[in-house]
């Protein structure tokens, strides 16, 4: 299949690019980074993804959009996208939204002090700048968890202000244009490109230059795999195509191996008595601790668990573990092992299903089980353990 069509304007740009190399001499970066800007401006239109965040540019749907779209995959935020929008629809919303609520709407997001950082910047907002996103990229870095790729995505999409975006994807491709043997990782990497980009980028049509270079490294040069150089835009001028380079560019040093935690995590029923107008009835509840406001899932719900890989053969070790005396225990059974990945650190989990007789102790939140999935934020670590509690009433 043609990549252009035959009489394509984006062809005749396409066509032109490789005459500017010399023989025997390479373009400067400066120049070959100027070169990129109409072929990528041509493209893009034709080949943007429809994404949600994309029907406008409202500021406030683009900054949420990009905090979202840090360390998550495009189809897992579509649906969360959907909700947040629906649920907080604007600044004020958000800087007025209960933690909890927030971090319900974000729960499985991971990486939730994103959604803490988003309300201590809407509340930064309304306080500083009357309920409006400032229109500026120097303004848009004293918010909260906006860092130099947000505040350009933000600036550059929202409010057509010619600063670059520059993110992994794009420091890939980037990478691979010029053919640079730099770490990727290093901030003065990432400076430097950002520097070459703003004086090179297009300076009426930044929002779709910094969004063509996102579709480019999402699309054609992806992370994992052999580049499309075929489908490219800017693949003539691409020095990593040109050598065969592509598999060694970019650079980034080898990730340190994880650390591995054992715990064992107890899921404890039981049962709230409450009286009612005819007759005494009782309903299930689930035992749920909160977690520190600091650190590793901060904020959140989750089951109780230790540190370890307990073994829990028979009802006294079942009592102990979730503090209640033996004969409570009504029924005590294994259900499975877990693992769950964060970038640091694995954790490795054992889980007990123990129902026992009456209400919990009082060093628990008694959540009720029918309530669970509207109320509490529960991490996606505990996922197959919430799944334990579907069969009871």
């Not at 039981?270 to 005494?280: C, D, I, Q, T, Y």
């Not at 890989?309 to 009592?319: D, G, I, V």
């Not at 299903?353 to 939140?365: N, R, S």
Request: with cysteine; charged share 25%.
């Amino acid at each position: 299949m043609a990549m252009f069509k035959e009489d394509s304007p984006i062809k005749a740009l396409y066509q032109s690019l490789p005459v500017l190399e010399r023989q025997g001499e390479e373009l400067s970066e400066e120049a070959r980074l100027k070169t990129i800007n109409g072929p990528l401006l041509s493209w893009y239109p034709a080949h943007a993804r429809e994404l949600p965040w994309r029907q406008d540019r409202n500021p406030y749907r683009v900054w949420i959009s990009e905090i979202m779209l840090q360390q998550t995959r495009v189809e897992a935020v579509k649906p969360y996208f959907e909700r947040f929008m629906k649920a907080l629809p604007d600044i004020k919303a958000l800087a007025e939204v209960e933690e909890d609520a927030l971090l319900k709407l974000w729960e499985g997001l991971g990486y939730y002090s994103r959604a803490r950082n988003l309300k201590k910047a809407a509340v930064m907002i309304q306080e500083e700048y009357g309920g409006r996103m400032p229109e500026s990229y120097e303004e848009l870095l004293k918010l909260p968890g906006i860092g130099s790729y947000t505040a350009g995505a933000v600036a550059s999409i929202a409010f057509g202000i010619p600063v670059p975006a520059v993110d992994g994807n794009v420091m890939r491709v980037i990478s691979r244009l010029l053919g640079s043997f730099e770490d990727i990782t290093k901030p003065q990497t990432k400076r430097r490109l950002e520097i070459l980009l703003k004086q090179t980028m297009d300076q009426n049509q930044a929002g779709f230059f910094n969004q063509g270079l996102f579709e480019v490294g999402a699309l054609v040069c992806i992370p994992n795999g052999a580049p499309k150089c075929s489908e490219c835009p800017i693949s003539s001028v691409c020095l990593a195509r040109q050598k065969g380079l592509w598999d060694e560019i970019p650079v980034k040093p080898v990730k340190k191996a994880r650390r591995i935690e054992e715990k064992t995590v107890l899921v404890i029923v039981g049962k709230n008595e409450e009286l009612g107008r005819a007759a005494k009835f009782q309903k299930a509840v689930v035992a749920l601790k909160k977690r520190p406001p600091e650190g590793l899932l901060a904020s959140l719900y989750e089951f109780p668990n230790v540190e370890g890989k307990l073994l829990l053969e028979n009802s006294a070790q079942a009592a102990a573990a979730a503090g209640v005396a033996e004969a409570a225990v009504e029924a005590f059974r294994p259900i499975g092992e877990a693992k769950h990945i964060f970038s640091h650190v694995e954790w490795h989990m054992t889980g007990y299903l123990i129902q026992v007789a009456g209400a919990l102790p009082e060093t628990f939140i008694s959540a009720d089980i029918r309530e669970l999935e509207g109320k509490y934020p529960v991490p996606n670590a505990f996922l197959a353990y919430r799944k334990a509690l579907s069969a009871i009433n």
